[in-house]
């Protein structure tokens, strides 16, 4: 059973355009739901995180929107890159239960 | 610092054979965790460790073993290696306040 949900699979946005990844989980007990990046042939890097009492956090141009009551949650680009091109997981995490949990994935291509 | 270590970076085993997968951190962290990556799966916990003398299971335990003698080292164990095992290998730590976490760059593994 997938504790963490994300959509789309693949992705292919114009630069300059807005990526949206989206994630849904289940559990009301995760306290931390953090977005990774991974190039190919590398180890994810963290990008950015938020906790479940944050509705929204930004920095630069990554912005997680967090709504609580949809238990769902997102990862928007602004301003779109080629640089940008990777693979992006989102993940959760219970602190009492130290186990994350991770998306399935999003493959992202910017096209220039 | 060399943050997350891992080796080697590609293995090739016969089905039956054992091997251990080396990973190192110099960041002090108290958390450790191994995880597997196969397409369209995502990242899946295998094990994790809070500390020295203590780990537990993750998602996919079964035929991996785990020992954390160090703070710094958490090598994974493949006890007798099946063509199901072939995935590529990723060790993070982080620290348990945060939780944020840093990928080494990776084990690909092939079991023939």
């Known amino acids: 059973q997938q504790q963490v949900k994300q959509s789309p699979q693949s992705l292919i946005v114009q630069k300059g355009g807005i990526s949206i990844i989206n994630c849904a989980y289940e559990?009301?007990?995760?306290?931390?739901f953090p977005w990774y990046q991974q190039f190919p042939g590398k180890g994810p890097a963290l990008l950015i995180a938020i906790r479940p009492d944050v509705s929204e956090k930004k920095e630069g141009r990554f912005t997680i929107s967090f709504n609580k009551s949809a238990k769902q949650f997102s990862l928007h680009i602004m301003d779109s890159q080629p640089g940008d091109s990777a693979t992006y997981f989102c993940?959760?995490?219970?602190?009492?239960?130290?186990?994350?949990?991770f998306g399935t994935g999003t493959s992202l291509t910017v096209i220039p | 610092n060399a943050g997350v270590t891992q080796t080697p970076k590609f293995q090739v085993l016969k089905t039956g054979q054992s091997m251990t997968l080396q990973c190192a951190q110099d960041m002090n962290h108290e958390y450790m965790s191994w995880y597997r990556q196969d397409p369209g799966m995502g990242l899946r916990l295998i094990h994790y460790?809070?500390?020295?003398?203590?780990?537990d299971q993750g998602e996919v335990p079964n035929g991996y073993n785990v020992s954390r003698s160090t703070t710094e080292d958490f090598p994974l164990r493949l006890l007798s290696a099946a063509p199901s095992q072939t995935s590529v290998y990723f060790c993070a730590s982080s620290n348990l306040i945060s939780y944020e976490q840093y990928f080494g760059p990776g084990t690909r593994l092939t079991v023939t």
């Open positions: 460790s809070v500390g020295a003398g203590i780990t």
């Open positions: 559990n009301t007990a995760f306290d931390y």
């Open positions: 993940a959760a995490i219970t602190f009492t239960g130290n186990q994350f949990y």
